[in-house]
């Protein structure tokens, strides 16, 4: 399937597949329901994203599970905007659903708020899906919920700190830009990773920023703050937010002078500095292995929340090169990906 026939695809999709499609035994087919806190808009204009969908698309089939024939795609997106979750859920509930894939926490935890009995699988959801509610243990998740979480986020998150420290030796102030949006508890409240991190800068010898970002507009603010504190560097934890406006992000680092780090390689490739995270592509892999489980019979309380097998680490030297950074042999060789 080539770069159009992609996009074509994917804008028919956006809107969900209502149409009235039938099993091959004449039956009705199976419903799936894809709920992201992304934007339509951002998944079709990234290519890498849309051959994300595509992939999962054609990983379903050669499962036995086609689109219009035994299974019924529908997929709904938030526009980045939480509050509209619920609603989307709402309508998507009028209709009986076997399996709901939550892509991004913000998502999963507006449907594990919503349904108690629909089996649900985290598609790359929540770096803190123990303390965000949404299961009980990773090896016995105990409820609906189940899938791959993004990982244990304090791992990476120190891992990022790491990677500041190997590229400023000597830099003292470092910041933390957090999306509350993707941080909700499924019982309320919002889980706040501020001690971890705290902790994580005192070891490597940094004082810390912590910043938090609702909206795009305080992303703005937050650059603004961090710059007048001295800050030498930012990370910026994934979130949907953080991923619809990766452009702007990059955009602020770069007018600030700042080396910004981030979990997610969309945000590298936007003009990040640095990435370190998840293969997206094993994520949703792993993330149709448990959606066929499921639809097969499979108890979401019974199958181990899974964390990915491989972390990636992605450098963006053209933007080194503009921050005039000079970036350690030692993390060049460890690059999977080097942008020039």
Known sequence: MNRRDTLRALLALAAGTSA??????GGAPRRLVSLSSNSAESVLKNPAVAALWARMDERLKSLGWQVG??????????????????????????????VILAIQTSAAVAAARATHSIPIVLVGASAYPVECGLIQSFARPGGNVTGISFFQGIVVQSKLAQ??????????RLAWIACPGD????????????PYYARVAHDLGFELGYYECRTPEDFDA??????????????????????????????????????????????????????????YV????????????????????ELPVEMPKKLELILNRKTARMLGLSIPQSILVGADTVLE
Do not use: C
């Open 282 to 301: 094993e994520v949703y892999d792993q993330a149709v292995v448990y959606t066929d489980r499921l639809l097969h019979g499979a108890r979401a309380a």
């Open 163 to 172: 990677f500041v420290r190997e590229i400023l030796p000597d830099a003292r």
């Open 183 to 194: 941080l909700v508890k499924v019982g309320g409240g919002e889980f706040r990773p501020e």
């Open 222 to 279: 937050a650059f603004a703050a961090l710059a007048r504190w001295g800050a030498r560097a930012v990370i910026v934890e994934p979130a949907a937010l953080s991923f619809v406006h990766a452009n702007r992000i990059a955009g602020l680092a770069m007018g600030a002078k700042l080396p910004s780090l981030f979990s997610l390689g969309f945000n590298a490739q936007a003009g990040g500095l640095m990435s370190y995270g998840p293969s």
């Open 69 to 98: 024939r035994n299974l019924r795609l529908d997929r709904y997106f938030s526009e980045g905007i939480s509050e509209r979750l619920p609603l989307l859920l709402a309508e998507a509930m009028r209709e009986p659903i076997d």
């Open 20 to 25: 009235d499609v039938r099993a091959a035994d």
